[in-house]
């Protein structure tokens, strides 16, 4: 074979080559959450393959995994400050707080154990009075609030809870106050140039003061298989306010 025929052979490889890629499509690999639960790992596939698909979008969402003693709990899709704090055993309460922007309303949330029984998840809110300035802001949540009922959380078929979701009536809602009791504990707690922002408003919800949700509380129940006792877990979720 003379050295035209091997440079034609060898052109013709090239163009069928380019025309049949043989280079597999590689599979997004999507990492799986590890739980120590009993010195044992348990891989929870739920945060991938049991979300509805009206809940999920092209980006991986945070998770925000909780460790009691008796069980773990995941937050699918909400961030928060401080997650390291998180990889510790928690007490029977604790708080953690959101990222701005961050909610737990309409996740899913998911409870990882093979000790307990009857499980039952309940949510409720609270809402505080927040003075704003063009950014800065003086969170009153110390003060006075509204707080919502518990209401227990729906299970769904692949045993992931749904978390409730509320209104911007929901979010409004707010003891009745004086405006003389409300300047008086801005002028205390947040100053004089704060207190001289309201010196028009007529109400706690009128610019640039506003209420709004300031803590979230889920409260988790349930009994251990071995012997019965009632188990109990508070998590407070504190949210950003003010703009």
């Known amino acids: 074979m003379n050295i035209q025929q091997n440079i034609i052979m060898l052109t013709v490889a090239a163009i069928c080559s380019c025309n049949n890629p043989s280079v597999p499509l590689q599979k997004r690999d999507v990492k799986q959450s ?30 925000t995994s909780i460790k009691f003693n008796e069980f773990v709990v995941s937050i699918q899709g909400m961030a928060i400050f401080d997650p390291e704090r998180m990889d510790r055993l928690q007490r029977d309460t604790v ?41 800065p802001h003086c969170d009153l949540t110390e003060w006075k609030h ?63 003061s506003a209420v709004g949700i300031s803590r979230y509380f889920l409260r988790i129940a349930c009994r251990l298989k071995d012997n019965g006792k009632k188990v109990t877990k508070l998590i407070i979720i504190k949210t950003p306010m003010g703009c």
């Open 146 to 208: 509204f707080n919502s009922d518990w209401k227990p959380l729906k299970q769904n078929g692949n045993g992931l809870f749904l978390s409730e979701e509320y209104t911007d009536q929901d979010h409004r809602t707010f003891p009745s106050v004086s405006m003389d009791e409300l300047k008086q504990k801005v002028k205390e707690q947040c100053g004089e140039e704060w207190f001289k922002l309201l010196a028009k408003v007529k109400s706690p919800s009128e610019y640039p």
């Open 34 to 63: 590890e739980h120590p639960i009993d010195g044992e790992v348990v891989i929870s596939r739920q945060q991938i393959d049991t979300v509805p698909a009206s809940h999920t979008t092209n980006e991986v969402k945070t998770t």
């Open 95 to 135: 708080e953690i707080e959101a990222e701005v922007g961050e909610s737990i309303e309409g996740t899913y949330i998911s409870i990882l154990s093979d000790q307990v029984r009857d499980l039952k998840v309940e949510q409720r809110y609270e809402t505080s009075v927040t003075i704003m300035n063009e950014g």
